[in-house]
T-cell receptor, first 115, second 113 residues
Framework: DTGVSQDPRHKITKRGQNVTFRCDPISEHNRLYWYRQTLGQGPEFLTYFQNEAQLEKSRLLSDRFSAERPKGSFSTLEIQRTEQGDSAMYLC?????????????FGPGTRLTVT | GQNIDQPTEMTATEGAIVQINCTYQTSGFNGLFWYQQHAGEAPTFLSYNVLDGLEEKGRFSSFLSRSKGYSYLLLKELQMKDSASYLCAVRAEKRNYGQNFVFGPGTRLSVLP
């Protein structure tokens, strides 16, 4: 396994359009996280899954954002009616929920530009 | 609320030692992480502290004081490739198996020859 992958790497869209991003975690990892990062800032937590269950969702995640992990493997993050303020790097990370192991492995990110 | 503070920028010389501080105020503290992030790349894990004290890992060491809400990352024998942002993150455990990770804004370290 080569690590966490994300697709696409870059997305340019017009305001008002919907976009969907995909994350494939490391295969044996049961926890998956989505973050948003803007220039000069640390990642902001959006949501996290353990297997297929979405266990936590940030207040930052408005009604326009939805995430799924239908079979406990890959995950999708959808943004509806995009706004210019949604422009950011969207990072996915995965980890293995085991005692003493909390390290998250990050994917390369999807850079979203809303024009 | 949850808050993590780090210096915005630091500069150091190749071969020197630098200490990057992090202070935090979070609920349900359950571990503190340090990540390195080069420009345009994803964060990569450096260290994890859950108990007070120093964790050493090669040229990098991380210290935690839970009572003071304080951590630092110590980088020794600095190399040019250490120029990057260093992110402090706290794992906040919540009830019903919820959790989240709160990241600080990052400290941008520039290593000069």
């Amino acid at each position: 396994d080569t690590g966490v992958s994300q697709d696409p790497r870059h997305k340019i869209t017009k305001r008002g359009q919907n976009v969907t991003f995909r994350c494939d975690p490391i295969s044996e990892h049961n926890r998956l996280y989505w973050y948003r990062q803007t220039l000069g800032q640390g990642p902001e937590f959006l949501t996290y899954f353990q297997n297929e269950a979405q266990l936590e969702k940030s207040r930052l995640l408005s009604d326009r954002f939805s995430a799924e992990r239908p079979k406990g493997s890959f995950s999708t993050l959808e943004i509806q009616r995009t706004e210019q303020g949604d422009s950011a790097m969207y990072l996915c990370a995965s980890s293995l929920a085991r005692a003493g192991l909390y390290e998250q492995y990050f994917g390369p990110g999807t850079r979203l530009t809303v024009t | 609320g949850q808050n993590i503070d780090q210096p915005t920028e630091m500069t150091a010389t190749e071969g020197a030692i630098v200490q990057i501080n992090c202070t935090y105020q979070t609920s349900g503290f359950n571990g503190l992480f340090w990540y390195q992030q080069h420009a345009g790349e994803a964060p990569t894990f450096l260290s994890y502290n859950v108990l007070d004290g120093l964790e050493e890992k090669g040229r990098f060491s991380s210290f935690l004081s839970r009572s003071k809400g304080y951590s630092y990352l110590l980088l020794k024998e600095l190399q040019m490739k250490d120029s990057a942002s260093y992110l402090c993150a706290v794992r906040a455990e919540k009830r019903n198996y919820g959790q989240n990770f709160v990241f600080g804004p990052g400290t941008r370290l520039s290593v000069l020859p």
